[in-house]
């Protein structure tokens, strides 16, 4: 090994890095120089750059700094189990990065399903989200999950009624109607109540199995339809509208 020695400044127009990170390295003991100058500048020896190139090799790697100290302080480890453990690391990252990408693929079918043109409103990209979301969580069993994805697929556009503004929508009707006191039972609301049990079947949705996964849903994650426009208490209510339509 020949004894030359580099400055910090030379080591880090031959690897790449800042001088801050080289810096860096030495306050954290992972690379600190074998000499200095008498002035106490860092000088780095022929050994220090093979060092460094072995911790910016694990580094590639998805090694964390204090591990690369770790396993670059020690003369023996048991490198087959470190790799079988970054190999595992690293699926469970691929894993995680596959949901994120899935779940954008769904949301972006949510939306162009619904024919929502560009620019997209923030509420219809929350409420794409939150279907995603439904559809991914374990209360959905995998066929219900593809069931509700087909059927939002070929539902269509959305279409509003003709005459009725964004408010007179069955949520905020059914808003209204518990706001004022009316009952469920309440002719109205019973009119309400059938009006939104036929739009639930109409896509397919009315499934028993499948409602009842959508009542667990909402039991674990009570607010969640806050993005439909509802909270808990008025799902609630809808709910006991369409139940006492079978009394």
């Known amino acids: 090994m020949e004894n030359r020695t580099w400055k910090v400044g030379e080591v880090a127009k031959r690897t790449g890095l800042t001088i801050r990170?080289?810096?860096?390295?030495?306050?954290?003991g992972l690379l600190s120089p074998a000499a200095h100058t008498d002035s106490g500048h860092r000088l780095y020896t022929g050994e220090d750059l093979?060092?460094?190139h072995q911790a910016l090799s694990l580094k590639e790697l998805g090694f964390s700094l204090e591990e690369i100290k770790d396993m670059t302080?020690?003369?023996?480890?048991?490198?087959?189990?470190?790799?079988?453990?970054?190999?595992?690391?690293?699926e469970e990252r691929i894993a995680g990065m596959t949901?994120?990408?899935?779940?954008l693929r769904d949301i972006a079918e949510t939306v162009e399903a619904q024919g929502i043109k560009r620019p997209v409103s923030s509420d219809a990209v929350m409420m794409a989200i939150q279907l995603s979301r439904m559809m991914?969580?374990?209360h959905f069993l995998p066929e219900?999950?593809?069931?509700?994805k087909t059927?939002?697929?070929?539902?269509?556009?959305?279409?509003?009624e003709p005459g009725r503004e964004e408010e007179q929508d069955l949520v905020g009707l059914f808003?209204?109607?518990r706001e004022s006191g009316r009952t469920p039972h309440d002719p109205e609301v019973a009119a309400a109540a059938k009006e939104w049990k036929a739009v639930i079947d109409s896509h397919g949705l009315g499934d028993k199995k499948f409602l009842r996964s959508v009542e667990s849903y909402y039991r674990e994650a009570p607010d969640a339809a806050l993005v439909f426009g509802m909270d808990k208490e008025l799902y609630a209510y809808i709910r006991e509208a369409v139940a006492c339509l079978n009394e």
């Open 151 to 160: 059927r939002l697929k070929t539902a269509g556009p959305v279409r509003q």
């Open 99 to 103: 949901e994120v990408r899935d779940r």
């Open 73 to 90: 302080s020690q003369t023996e480890l048991p490198w087959t189990e470190i790799v079988k453990l970054q190999i595992q690391r690293l």
């Open 175 to 177: 808003r209204r109607y």
């Open 136 to 138: 991914r969580s374990p």
């Open 50 to 52: 093979i060092r460094l």
């Open 144 to 148: 219900q999950a593809e069931e509700m």
């Open 21 to 28: 990170t080289l810096h860096h390295y030495d306050r954290i």
